[in-house]
């Protein structure tokens, strides 16, 4: 009888695990080719400071946050689970570094489930180390 309780609260410990398990598996848009890397280079363009179409001498994107939106938050989602979604991309491009942080909405099927606020960051002060001016202009 102690046997049979205890597999039946394994089995229930394992089966109130799956959906946790299930709610971790956030979109992966970190490559440098994915919706929030493609529109910083975008945004660069489109203010002047950069001539170049991808292509820049490197690309690190870095997901911050990603957390599922509420279906009242997400109603263009089409049934699709959405997560909202912050990014830090920074771009090398020659002398130039471009630090921005960008936040979208994303399913599991697709990055650009919502356009991208890009934040460009003038100034990064990391925790440790000294503060670097990026190459925007502070104004």
Not at 50 to 64: C, Q
Not at 65 to 94: M, W, Y
Request: aromatic share 6%.
């Amino acid at each position: 009888m102690r046997a049979l309780v205890c597999l039946i609260c394994l089995l229930w410990m394992a089966g109130s695990q799956a959906p946790l398990a299930a709610e971790r598996q956030h979109p992966d848009c970190t490559g440098h080719d994915r919706w929030p890397a493609s529109s910083v280079g975008t945004r660069l363009r489109e203010l002047g400071l950069s001539d170049k179409a991808g292509g820049y001498d490197t690309v690190e994107v870095e997901l911050l946050a990603s957390e599922p939106l509420s279906p009242e938050l997400s109603p263009n989602g089409g049934g699709r689970e959405l997560f909202r979604q912050v990014h830090k991309v920074t771009i090398r491009d020659g002398e130039n570094t471009f630090v921005a942080i960008t936040v979208h909405d994303a399913s599991r099927q697709e990055c650009s489930e919502s356009g991208a606020d890009v934040f460009f960051v003038s100034i990064e002060c990391p925790a440790r180390g000294d503060c670097r001016r990026g190459a925007l202009p502070l104004e």
